[in-house]
């Protein structure tokens, strides 16, 4: 923001949201208001052979209760901007358990509630996999944001030539947003115009797709998203809720109310993806990288190829002659994954800092030096040979502000003995030293043993990462 960098700025927002002035998507009322909760389908893969509503009709309060056999037909939206391509009550076809199989309509939220809860469905149930890591040879290249796949100079031979180099294969578990605010919308119609008060990030991308969905005009859709309480990704696309309750308020011809349940977030508005990290590093006896190779798998729907770039960081946070990065998504029977705050470079960054963790373990070099010994001034992709190392351990200097500068300094010892060895490690002399990360969720990483990945990025060769008496460069080297 030109001309606010260092100047406090007030939030304009703030006294009412503190106050509790402020009013969200779900607390717009409307004359005539009426609610919609979704009923869920309890499989992952299949299709639906019979929907059992009558008890669900003939409950007290229940205005209508919409189907894959009752609900209007809408246009197909692609992904992105759509959150996913797949729109239930379309058709008969279930994709991931918690899809919506019906939209019960009701005088209060109360009775919608209890109706849906009625709603029970016959299927024919197909085995689903919802494990990537179970059908890692069904990966396939695809891209979201960028290619998959980058290359600066050779890793192979930077390996191959490396004094010292590490393999590690870390993994981390699925992320939801959870906001404070669940994802909600309100639909109203006046005159053949729609007016949305919804909870999103992206007020525009709701008009377009909308519209889109419905078949009508852009200018004849008007979103009202004056504050949002927490979104972290999810409301960045547009998701099936969002179309739905137009579509149904249109249909019934009176205002509607969808808020999602807090089990509805975990299904119904995308998530960050688990991955599979598979990573190589090679170094100088110094500690100067001779190498990155690293290597990504994540699953995605098997409607939409969505790609997590979980091995993104490792394309620049470093300077290094030769890099490596290959991403691969795996098709399974859940929701279409979507961004989620840090998106891409925050995941991307868990197995480059662990291997980067067992590097300065295997060099004996403190962590923070052999960072600082490998600073990437500017993108090693395109400006490699402008790179800056900077030589000597780092010291960190307070500076005016709360800012923390880092500095090389030659005159400190190489190896900070304050530095405990990381227990996982291991103790460098043993066979076994194959341990890698597994993040399950906020909290501190919990390490486990887990066999890792042989050399290149193939997902499918295991051996333990060791170090090796008769290495004697003294590194961690996988098999082979």
């Known amino acids: 923001m030109k001309g606010t960098m260092g100047v406090e700025v007030s939030r304009t927002e703030g006294p009412d949201k503190v106050s509790g002035a402020a ?16 009923a869920p389908s309890r499989i992952a893969r299949g299709r639906i052979e019979k929907i059992h509503s009558h008890d669900t009709e003939a409950s007290s309060g229940i205005l209508r209760v919409l189907t894959h056999q009752t609900m209007p037909k809408l246009k197909r939206i692609d992904s992105p901007p759509g959150g996913q391509s797949v729109i239930p009550l379309q058709d008969d076809r279930i994709w991931y358990e918690g899809q919506p199989i019906a939209l019960v309509i009701g005088e209060t939220l109360e009775q919608a ?19 990537f890591q179970k059908v890692l040879e069904r990966a396939r290249e695809g891209t979201s944001f960028g290619p998959p796949d980058t290359h600066v100079g050779n890793a192979a031979q930077g390996l191959e030539h490396a004094d010292v180099s590490v393999e590690g294969t870390y993994f981390t578990a699925d992320r939801h947003h959870s906001a404070m605010e ?25 008009r377009a ?21 927490g979104g972290f ?10 179309i739905l309750t137009a579509a149904a308020a249109r249909e019934l011809g009176r205002p509607l109310k969808v808020v999602l349940t807090r089990a509805n977030t975990f299904t119904s508005h995308g998530y960050q993806p688990a ?8 170094a100088t006896r110094q500690g100067q990288l ?31 002659p030769n890099i490596q990065t290959q991403h691969r998504m795996v098709p399974v029977d859940r929701s279409t994954p979507t961004p989620m705050r840090a998106p891409h470079e925050g995941l991307a960054g868990v197995g480059l800092e662990c291997a980067m963790d067992e590097l300065a373990a295997a060099l004996e070099i403190d962590p923070l030096e052999l960072r600082l010994k490998n ?9 490699l040979g402008q790179a800056v190392f900077l030589e000597g351990p780092a010291r960190l200097l307070p500076a005016g502000g709360g800012t923390v500068w880092l500095e090389a300094s030659g005159d400190e010892a190489a190896f900070d003995e304050r530095w405990t060895r990381p227990d996982w490690l291991g103790n460098g002399n043993s066979n076994d030293a194959d341990v890698s990360f597994s993040f399950q969720g906020p909290g501190e990483p919990r390490p486990r043993r887990q066999r890792a990945g042989g050399g290149g990025c193939t997902g499918d060769r295991h051996g333990p990462v060791h170090h090796s008496a008769a290495n004697r460069r003294g590194g961690i080297r996988g098999p082979g």
């Open 23 to 38: 009013r969200y998507a779900a607390d717009r009322s409307a004359p005539g208001l009426v609610y919609g909760v979704f």
């Open 113 to 131: 509630q209890y109706a849906a809860s009625l709603i029970g469905a016959e299927y024919t149930n197909e085995p689903a996999i919802v494990d």
């Open 182 to 206: 669940p994802s909600a919308t309100v639909a109203e119609w006046h005159d053949g115009e729609l007016t949305l008060h919804d909870s999103t990030q992206w007020v525009w991308g709701v």
């Open 209 to 229: 797709v909308v519209a889109a969905a419905l078949g009508m005009q852009p200018e004849r859709v008007h979103v009202r998203g004056p504050f949002v309480g």
């Open 233 to 242: 990704g999810c409301k960045g696309y547009i998701w099936p809720h969002q």
């Open 275 to 282: 991955s599979r990290q598979q990573v190589s590093l090679g």
């Open 290 to 320: 001779t190498a990155i190779r690293h290597c990504a798998w994540t699953p995605t729907s098997q409607a939409d190829g969505y790609v997590e770039y979980a091995a993104i960081t490792s394309r620049s946070l470093y300077a290094c």
């Open 375 to 383: 600073y990437a001034e500017s993108d090693p992709r395109s400006y």
